[in-house]
């Protein structure tokens, strides 16, 4: 899965605060849909993020997290025990939003949500669109249905029109 060119497009025309705050929200989502937002240091993590400041154990170091992860129990798993694709895409997100760069963040945290949402990531997009109006883009399907129509008005319809008008002008 990857973004839409035009979001990408639209993403990288945002303002800076956006970019970021959309990394941060993205994050959120994604903690959210993966059960883990209400765990005091998923949650710590987050706050700390919104604050812009390093993580703290265990977010701080990738084999502590890894070992949160699998000896918290409240922490979603699959059927063997262990975390699962929503729980790490979550994290994923986590560390993307936290990334230096702030067109990476903006584009990595919500592709990492996405995984986070499933089948459901369109719902996902389409929100990114309503809480960040800058990002709102057509959908891709539309975009070609206009383009479609413009091409046959412009290479069937216009041509004839020019003919028709040739014709008048000639009598």
């Not at 990857?2 to 800076?16: F, K, S, Y």
């Not at 604050?51 to 129990?73: K, T, V």
């Not at 383009?147 to 040739?166: D, E, K, N, V």
């Amino acid at each position: 899965m990857g973004l839409d060119a035009a979001l990408v497009h639209a993403i990288d025309a945002t303002g800076p605060e956006d970019q970021r705050a959309l990394a941060r929200w993205a994050a959120h989502r994604a903690c959210a849909a993966a059960g883990l937002s209400e765990i005091n240091w998923v949650a710590r993590g987050l706050a700390e993020l919104d604050r812009g400041e390093p993580f703290s154990p265990p977010l701080d170091d990738s084999r502590r997290l890894r070992d949160a992860a699998f000896s918290d129990g409240r922490v979603p798993r699959w059927h063997d025990g262990t975390p699962g694709l929503p729980q790490a895409a979550a994290f994923a997100a986590l560390f993307d939003a936290a990334a230096p760069d702030r067109l990476k963040a903006a584009l990595d945290a919500p592709l990492a949500a996405a995984v986070t949402h499933d089948t459901d990531c369109f719902h996902l997009f389409a929100e990114v669109s309503r809480t960040f109006p800058a990002t709102a883009i057509e959908a891709k399907a539309e975009r070609i249905d206009r383009q479609w129509r413009h091409h046959a008005l412009t290479a069937h319809i216009a041509p004839r029109a020019q003919h028709r008008a040739r014709l008048a002008s000639s009598d």
